[in-house]
């Protein structure tokens, strides 16, 4: 069934490419711009200290060989293509970046940024890595202090706690409204695509008023629900179609590849389990202003279950979680090349969907082109077999 989409996906899709002279402009009216690359980095503190935040993470090969004259040829793609961009000034985020903050999520982005360093002024917030709660949160709020101080230093402005307090709540609003997006992946059939998912959560990054942001993408999840209720939704309605978790993190650079591909060949992408997944989206900081609100800040952060904490055993149970809640039939995890964290937790996320009786997918892959028909292969093969689960369960 043909089915017209709400005017705004078109622009949250383009985002990226519209925001090169929107930056420009910012920098042009005296604003300042701060580059980042992970849902760990506090948006919060940013937002209070005045600048306005910009995703820098590599998506593209192109830079990729200009980063290998000074960094290992076997780096994660994401690293090399990030650090590539900077050093050839060819992404104008990048370029129009004042400060650029980091974050130590892997031992290869934690050493780029001392090169990068070396062309942009930077911050590096250095994470806790233990799931000790007490120990790691004391640690996390003196890096998030320390945080909040260079950026005053920066700018020249005090970072308020009043300030903070807005910032606090305005991000909350923020999160609550994103976490409609996989919300509407629970309906059957779901009431938007991954790929639309995908648009919009790469895309609000690069629209700079906030406000103008939050009602377009109201207007989105508004018309996404009516749409499901007028029973005009993206799906026809299939109970044997196979209902996908995305897993992993740095999927920007291999989507076409992959996500797209799980849709065009009869699947349904329900939620992501990740980096800038379900979540980031779910987790609130506390709107107490009776408490310190660097405190607050750090217990929020503190629980992303990234895979460079150890044991990751919330990470697993958030997994569970998913699973059970968006009635997954499947989990399909996608990690770059040379990314340990991810790819030996998945492993783990194999045992999850195990005792979950659904099976897993591992994909791992870069930014190159080549093995695009291997991918699309066994993801035609991993769909047949789910599928056929779900008609042999339905009709014998």
């Known amino acids: 069934m ?60 192109a830079p990729i060989k200009t980063a290998e004259t000074r960094l290992p040829a076997n780096l994660c793609p994401l690293i090399k293509a990030s650090y590539g961009h900077a050093l050839e000034d060819s992404c104008p985020y990048a370029y129009f970046s004042d400060i650029v903050v980091g974050e130590t999520t892997c031992d290869g982005k934690k050493k780029m940024y001392e090169l990068l360093g070396e062309l942009k002024p ?66 059957d059939p779901p009431a938007i695509t991954g790929t639309h998912m995908r648009d919009v959560m790469e895309g609000e990054q690069y629209i700079f008023d906030r406000h103008r942001k939050y009602e377009k993408l109201k207007e989105i999840l508004d018309q996404c629900e009516a749409d499901w209720h007028a029973g005009q939704g993206p799906f026809a309605p299939d109970p044997c179609r196979p209902r996908i978790i995305i897993s992993g993190a740095g999927l920007g650079g291999v989507a076409e590849k992959t996500v797209n591909v799980l849709e065009e060949l009869g699947g349904a992408i329900v ?39 150890s044991p990751n055993t919330r990470r697993m149970e958030q997994v569970a979680d998913t699973i059970d809640e968006w009635k997954a039939d499947g989990v399909v995890s996608l990690t770059l090349h040379s990314c340990n964290p991810f790819a030996i937790e998945t492993e783990n996320i194999r045992r999850v969907c195990q005792r979950k009786g659904i099976p897993l997918l591992h994909i791992e892959t870069d930014f190159t082109p080549g093995d695009e028909g291997q991918i699309r292969t066994r993801i035609e093969a991993y769909l047949e077999m789910i599928r056929k689960k779900k008609e042999e369960a339905l009709y014998g």
């Open 2 to 61: 043909s089915i017209s989409l709400p005017e705004h996906f078109s622009e949250f899709a383009e985002a990226r490419q519209q925001g090169f002279l929107a930056v420009k402009e910012l920098k042009e009216s005296g604003k300042k711009v701060c580059g980042t690359f992970c849902q760990y980095t506090p948006a919060e503190i940013i937002l209070a200290a005045g600048l306005y935040s910009v995703g820098l993470c590599g998506k593209s090969a």
């Open 122 to 187: 930077m911050q590096v917030i250095h994470l806790p890595n233990l799931p000790d709660y007490e120990r790691s949160l004391d640690m996390w709020i003196t890096e998030l202090r320390a945080f909040t101080r260079g950026l005053e230093e920066f700018t020249g402005e005090e970072i308020t706690e009043d300030k903070l307090n807005e910032a606090i709540e305005w991000c909350n609003k923020e999160r609550v409204q994103a976490a409609r997006i996989y919300e509407l992946g629970k309906y």
């Open 271 to 309: 939620c992501y389990e990740g980096c800038s997944g379900i979540s980031s989206r779910r987790r609130l900081v506390s709107e107490d202003r009776s408490r310190d609100p660097i405190v607050r800040i750090a217990e929020k952060y503190i629980e992303v279950p990234c895979a460079v904490v």
